[in-house]
C-alpha cells in the first residue's frame, strides 16, 4: 500500500511537470528582443522596458528581461539588441508613396546635402549622365526629380533652353523640389502639345518667354501636375515593377511599417495591381484627389482595414501651391514675386470658387470620408476654415480626423479656428532647414520665423503630427525629427526657436500621434500588447545624442507584423 501511494504521487508530480510543460509551450514566444534601449512611447514621458516579446505579428509581452524570459520556448529566436534603440515602427504624417520610385530611379536633382546639384551646370551633367536607352525605356522621357530655384547658386528655374543642352531628340521634363512645378524641353513641350495658343489651365500657369506668348518649358501646378504622369510612369509592366519595387526599398531603409499616398489619382492602380500581387510589404494608405474621388471610392480598398496592406483612408483637396515656390495662396504680397508677376503678387487659389470648395467638402461629410487639405498660404487657410464651417454646423463634427496639410505661413489666430473644427495640423518642419532663410527673404524675418508651427499649435491644444512630404525631400523621418527639434536653416540660422519640439515629441509626432491621425491607434503608434509588431532599431538613441547628432542616426531594421523587412549593410 506504501509502494501505491509513492507510485501515485510521482505520476501526479509527473502530470503537474508535463502540464507546466504544456502550458510554457503555448505560451512561448516568437521572438524576444533585449539589451537596449527599447521605448514604448506610451504616455507624455518616455518609457522605457528590457525586453519585448513578439508572438504571431504581435507584441506579446514587455518587461523586465527576467519576466519575458519566461516565455522563452525551444524555438523562440532571442535577438540581442546590443545597446541600440527600438521604438515603434514610422508612419509619415504625410508623404507620396507612390511617387518615392521617381526620386530612387530618376537622375537625382536635390542640392546638397542630399545630393550634388549645385548650379544648372551640375543639372544638365546629371542628366546627360542619366540619359541612356535603358534609363528611357522606364518611361520613354529623361526624367530628374528635386531640383531647387531657392539653393541652385543662379537662383532661377531651369527653362527649356538649359534643357535642350541635354537633349532635342528626346523628351526631358524635371521636376521642382515642391513637386507643384515641372520643366520640360522643346520636345516635351511638342509632346505636350503646349505651344504659343495654349491659355493656361485654371489653377496653373504656362510661363512664356519675356513678350512673347511661346511657353518657356517651366509649368506651374495645374499646368504641371496632370503632364507628369506622362514622364514619370512606367511604360511597361516590367518597369512598372521596378519603379514599386526601388520606391519600397527606399521607405523600408527609412523605418517606415506604414506609409501613406497623399494624392491618389492614377497611380492608385499601380498601388492596387501591387497589392492583389501581394508585393506591398508595409502598410500603405492612400488620399484620393478630390477629382478622381467618384472613379475610385467604391473600391474594395475604400475602408479602415487595410486588403493586402493597402486601403484609401479619404480624400485629398488642394487649394493652393509651394510656399517656397511662391505659388501659396497668401493675403499679403511676396517680398521677391517670381519672374513676371508684378510687386502686388499674392500666388493663387487652386480652387477659386467657395461654393465649388463647399460641394467638394460636402460630399465628404455626407459619405463620412476623412479629408486631408494642403493649405500652405494663410488666404487657402482663410478659404478652407471658412467653407467647412458652415458644413461642421450642419453634418457635425465628431471624429472625423479632418487633416490641415503643410500650413507653413499660418497665422496663429488660424491655429485657435482650426483647434475648434477639430482639424489636425500636420506640418512640414523640414521647411526651417531646407528653405528657412529663403522664407525670411519671401515674407520677412518676423513671419519667417513663425512658419511651421508646431510648439504653437500644441499649446493650442491641436493634435499633430510631422511629415516629410517625400518626395519633395528624401523620406528620411530621423531629419524630421531632427529639424523639429533644432529648426537651424542651410546657413545655420534659428527659424522659431519657440516652435521647436523636444526630440521624444518629434517622435510621438512619427509614432503615436500619426496612428491617431490616420485612425490607427489601437493597433499601431506605441509598443503595447496587442499591438501590431511594426518595429524599428536605430543606430543610436534620439532621447540621449546631442541635438545635431539626430540627423546622423541611421535605421538599422525595420520590422512589420515581427518580420525583419529591412536590415542596414
Known amino acids: 500500500m506504501k509502494n501505491f501511494s509513492i507510485l501515485l504521487i510521482t505520476l501526479c508530480i509527473l502530470s503537474c511537470d508535463n502540464s507546466t510543460k504544456k502550458t510554457t509551450l503555448e505560451q512561448s514566444a516568437n521572438t524576444i528582443y533585449f539589451n537596449g534601449d527599447i521605448i514604448t512611447m506610451e504616455g507624455d514621458e518616455p518609457n522605457y522596458v528590457d525586453a519585448l516579446a513578439i508572438k504571431d505579428g504581435l507584441i506579446y509581452r514587455l518587461g523586465s528581461k527576467e519576466e519575458i524570459m519566461e516565455f522563452q520556448g ?130 496653373g500657369i504656362i510661363r512664356r518667354e519675356k513678350n512673347s506668348n511661346e511657353p518657356n518649358g517651366v509649368l506651374e501646378e495645374l499646368a504641371a501636375i496632370p503632364y507628369m504622369s506622362k514622364a514619370l510612369s512606367p511604360a511597361t509592366p516590367e518597369a512598372a515593377l521596378r519603379f514599386f519595387e526601388a520606391g519600397q526599398d527606399m521607405a523600408l531603409s527609412y523605418g517606415y511599417t506604414t506609409a501613406q499616398e497623399g494624392r491618389a489619382m492614377q497611380n492608385h492602380e499601380l498601388l492596387v495591381k501591387m497589392a492583389d500581387a501581394n508585393r506591398l510589404k508595409i502598410d500603405v494608405v492612400s488620399y484620393v484627389d478630390y477629382l478622381f ?170 493634435n499633430i503630427t510631422i511629415h516629410t512630404d517625400a518626395p519633395v525631400a528624401l523620406p528620411n523621418l530621423m531629419r524630421v525629427v531632427w529639424t523639429s527639434v533644432a529648426r537651424t536653416s542651410r546657413s545655420g540660422k534659428i527659424i522659431g526657436e519657440n516652435e521647436r519640439l523636444t526630440p521624444y515629441e518629434a517622435l510621438k509626432a512619427i509614432t503615436d500621434w500619426s496612428a491617431y491621425q490616420h485612425f490607427e491607434e489601437e493597433t499601431k503608434g506605441t509598443l503595447t500588447e496587442g499591438k501590431f509588431a511594426d518595429l524599428v532599431v536605430l543606430s543610436d538613441n534620439p532621447l540621449k545624442v546631442e541635438v545635431d547628432d539626430i540627423k546622423n542616426i541611421l535605421v538599422l531594421k525595420t520590422i512589420k507584423d515581427g518580420k525583419l523587412i529591412y536590415e542596414h549593410k
Open 293 to 462: 474621388i467618384d472613379k475610385y471610392i467604391d473600391s474594395t480598398y475604400s475602408s479602415k482595414k487595410y486588403n493586402n496592406r493597402y486601403r484609401i483612408g479619404g480624400m485629398k483637396v488642394t487649394l493652393d501651391g509651394s510656399p517656397q515656390g511662391r505659388t501659396a495662396w497668401k493675403t499679403h504680397p511676396y517680398l521677391i514675386p517670381p519672374d513676371g508677376a508684378d510687386k502686388d503678387y499674392l500666388g493663387y487659389p487652386a480652387i477659386p470658387n467657395d461654393e465649388d470648395l463647399i460641394a467638394i467638402y460636402e460630399k465628404a461629410f455626407k459619405n463620412n470620408w476623412q479629408v486631408l487639405t494642403h493649405a500652405n498660404g494663410d488666404a487657402a487657410m482663410d478659404q478652407m476654415i471658412r467653407t467647412l464651417e458652415p458644413l461642421t454646423e450642419k453634418y457635425g463634427n465628431d471624429d472625423r480626423r479632418f487633416v490641415l496639410i503643410h500650413g507653413q505661413y499660418i497665422r496663429l489666430e488660424q491655429l485657435d479656428e482650426f483647434k475648434n473644427l477639430n482639424v489636425i495640423g500636420s506640418f512640414f518642419p523640414l521647411h526651417t532647414f531646407y528653405w528657412g532663410d529663403w522664407h525670411e527673404q519671401l515674407i520677412g524675418e518676423e513671419l519667417g520665423q513663425k512658419i511651421s508651427p508646431t510648439r504653437s499649435a500644441l499649446n493650442k491644444g491641436m
Open 74 to 203: 525551444d524555438s523562440t529566436e532571442l535577438i540581442d539588441l546590443k545597446g541600440k534603440t527600438m521604438l515603434p515602427g514610422f508612419i509619415d504624417g504625410h508623404s507620396h508613396f507612390a511617387n518615392f520610385a521617381g526620386q530612387a530611379i530618376g537622375a537625382q536633382l536635390l542640392p546638397p546635402p542630399d545630393a550634388s546639384a549645385k548650379d544648372i551646370p551640375a543639372i544638365i551633367d546629371l542628366l546627360k549622365k542619366w540619359n541612356t536607352p535603358e534609363n528611357r525605356e522606364l518611361t520613354g522621357w529623361i526624367f530628374g526629380t528635386g531640383f531647387d530655384d531657392s539653393v541652385i547658386s543662379e537662383k532661377r528655374f531651369l527653362t527649356k533652353h538649359d534643357l535642350d543642352k541635354v537633349s532635342t531628340e528626346f523628351p526631358i521634363m524635371i521636376t521642382h523640389i515642391s513637386g507643384h512645378f515641372a520643366v520640360v524641353n522643346s520636345k516635351g513641350l511638342e509632346l505636350l502639345k503646349i505651344d504659343e495658343n495654349s491659355q493656361n489651365p485654371e489653377g
